[in-house]
């Protein structure tokens, strides 16, 4: 992400950044500094939920993979911070795209969902947007959005319960390196979205294929594919 110019109509909005991915949050931070106030920013549900409750920002940007408190990420960090901070818009800011991440944040309370794919210069107008109570979608997240408001379940949502079973077994992290390797990411291009190592993702692969009782990569794309969870 790149640095933008200061905009004088957005520079008094209040912002507070949650995401796990420290170097990811810094970036994000220093993006945004020219054009908005930030106020604070966490990485757990927990530190999330009382900087949100202290500072009151007019705008949370919030990973929904959030480790800490009863294991509910950022669905649990809106239900939770929105009684303490009403008036705060927030906006799902994450590398995942699947329909059920889509659809719990917004039924949560999120005025918006983009993903990190998203630049700078969109990022400063998605804010500004949900600042003024606009709802601000990354586009082809549009028919899970319309589905999620209509109480339907998302179109491409597995609604299997042994699928959800089986996704149960996975954590948050294992979960999001699960869906790029099986959209086609290589290791190295994971590694560089989640801000881990190639290692890393590599340890989390091996786990992924070991409590999805699965052999390689191509049967993990199959896998998710059927369950339309990619």
């Known amino acids: 992400m790149t640095g933008v110019s200061e905009h004088p109509d957005t520079n008094h909005i209040r912002v507070a950044v949650v995401d796990d991915h420290e170097m990811f949050r810094a970036g994000v931070i220093a993006t945004l500094q020219p054009a908005f106030t930030i106020v604070g920013q966490a990485g757990d549900v927990d530190s999330s ?8 920002p007019d705008v949370v940007l919030l990973d929904v993979h959030v480790p800490g408190g009863e294991g509910g990420g950022g ?28 659809g719990a944040v917004i039924r949560a309370g999120a005025r918006g969902y983009v993903t990190k794919t998203i630049n700078a210069t969109d990022l400063v107008a998605a804010i500004h947007q949900v600042s003024e109570g606009y709802a601000v979608f990354s586009p082809k997240l549009a028919g899970f959005v319309l589905s999620a408001f209509q109480g339907a379940p998302a179109a491409g949502a597995d609604n299997d319960v042994n699928a959800d079973e089986e996704l149960d077994r996975l954590s948050s992290r294992e979960q999001e390196v699960m869906r790029l390797i099986a959209r086609g990411y290589t290791y190295r291009e994971v590694a560089a979205e989640l801000f881990i190592s190639v290692k890393t993702v ?3 692969m091996s786990a992924v294929l070991r409590k999805l009782q ?3 990569r191509s049967e ?6 059927v369950r339309r969870i990619i």
Do not use: C
């Open 75 to 102: 669905t649990e960090i809106l239900t939770k911070a929105l009684s303490y901070s009403p008036n705060t818009a927030f906006l799902a800011l994450s590398v995942s795209d699947s329909a059920q991440d889509v």
């Open 202 to 204: 590599e340890t989390h």
């Open 214 to 216: 699965l052999s390689n």
């Open 220 to 225: 993990l794309t199959r896998w998710a594919t």
């Open 49 to 56: 939920v009382a900087m949100i409750a202290q500072t009151k």
